[in-house]
């Protein structure tokens, strides 16, 4: 009976949830065509491609790009006659991430609903994505950030070029790296899953291909012949597939000065159990070598909010340890205390210092590392409310990574 209970009362919740989030787009005015085509799609032969359709916001993602995208995948992944799918962007970017600053507004009005449908869509998606029965081709010609890398990395293959700038960089807008980036990040060669987390700088092309967050290499102005070719194939086999993408990929070699050269340093300064030990382990080296990857490093560091950089930490050292599904349910508790619970002042200030102001002088609360108590990192890790549901993935139906 206690379970019957609580089953009923998440419906109920969710079904409130749902309800608020139509009726706030009802009150913008926004029209069903208009949310749909923030995700076109395009067939040929037995492959389909979704299209992330919101160039001038760098196809920052939406609730309803969230909904659109798992309908189509789950129309697609259940048709005999489509053999795989292929993801991409329009314009300059694949994908830039979650659309934050909707969500800082969405915050500024009370709307917390609107917010758990955004995340708990996303997230079910990227859950979807990781467990697709198909093999998936992300192309990701362009700014791949945050939430783009959480709808492409768990796909099959990932296609990066020239153009493409990958990073997690929630840390600076006093978030925590979210959309399964706890996983991928966690999974990375050596400490380099910190340090992307921690610093939110970025890696090209050629270090997604080195350190195994792409697949595949080539050109961007190779990108179009790769489409057409992949378009021509008639299969559900991902080795087929692979073997097309193998005929364009192209070998590319990271900047001998970037972050993949330093692996051993990486090791030694965010190998550190803490925050501050990382800290001053890259202040010795920064002293000893004059390096300026390491002031640099340290300079990202000292301008991002003390909290999410130790929340971010025990993120990513806990999803070197679990799987995908597990990170998201974790990651979906810690992203409604970021921005619905008692820690989203620091997220609106960063989105605030960021992207709407943008006088780049955020405010963080606590303002320093050793001011960030062991306790505020655990209820970040908590339950909104003790009645607050978890995420919920179909585990049972799908397996996860």
């Known amino acids: 009976m206690h379970s019957a209970k609580g089953l009923l009362a998440r419906i109920v919740r969710n079904k409130i949830w749902r309800f608020g989030y139509r009726r706030s787009f009802c009150l913008l005015k926004v029209t069903t065509e ?47 006659n489509i053999g795989f799918v292929m993801m991409k962007g329009s314009g300059r970017a694949f994908c830039a991430g979650g659309d934050i600053v909707s969500l800082y507004h969405l915050r500024k009005r009370g709307s917390p609903d609107a917010m758990r449908e955004f995340f708990w869509t996303l997230y079910s998606f990227i859950y979807f994505l990781g467990t697709y029965l198909k093999p998936h081709v992300a192309i990701l010609n362009g700014v791949t950030m945050g939430g783009g890398a959480g709808v492409s990395i768990p796909g099959t293959f990932r296609v990066a070029t020239d153009r493409t700038i990958f990073a997690t960089p929630e840390t600076i807008i006093g978030f925590h790296p979210d959309a399964g980036a706890s996983f991928n990040l966690s999974h990375l060669p050596g400490r ?168 780049e002088a955020p405010k963080w609360d606590p303002p320093s590392l050793e001011k960030v108590t062991e306790d505020m990192v655990d209820n970040y890790f908590s339950p909104l409310t003790p009645s607050e549901p978890d995420l919920d993935l179909p585990i049972k139906l799908r397996e996860s990574i």
């Open 192 to 359: 380099l899953g910190e340090y992307l987390g921690l610093t939110g700088l970025k890696l090209s092309g050629a270090e997604m291909l080195a350190c195994g967050l792409a697949t595949h290499y080539i050109s961007s102005k190779e990108v179009p012949v790769l489409e057409e070719q992949l378009k021509k194939l008639l299969t559900d086999d991902p080795s087929v597939v692979e073997a097309s993408l193998e005929k364009c990929a192209e070998v590319a070699y990271p900047e001998k000065t970037g972050v993949l050269r330093r692996i051993d340093l990486l090791e030694k300064c965010f190998g550190h159990d803490t925050v501050e030990e990382i800290v001053d382990s890259l202040e010795i080296e920064a002293g000893r070598t004059k390096d300026i990857w390491c002031t640099t490093t340290l300079r990202r560091l000292k301008e991002t909010s003390p909290l999410s950089l130790k929340v971010a930490l025990r993120s990513i050292r806990e999803g070197r340890f679990q799987t995908l599904d597990q990170c998201l349910i974790r990651e979906y508790k810690m992203s409604l205390q970021g921005t619905v619970g008692v820690f989203s002042g620091n997220f609106c200030e960063g989105v605030r210092a960021r992207l709407v102001d943008k006088d």
């Open 34 to 80: 208009d949310l749909d085509n923030q995700v076109l799609f395009e067939g040929s032969g037995c492959s389909r491609t979704a299209i992330l359709n919101r160039p001038s916001a760098l196809n920052a993602l939406t609730t309803h790009m969230g909904v659109r995208l798992h309908k189509l995948y789950k129309n697609w992944e259940e048709d005999p």
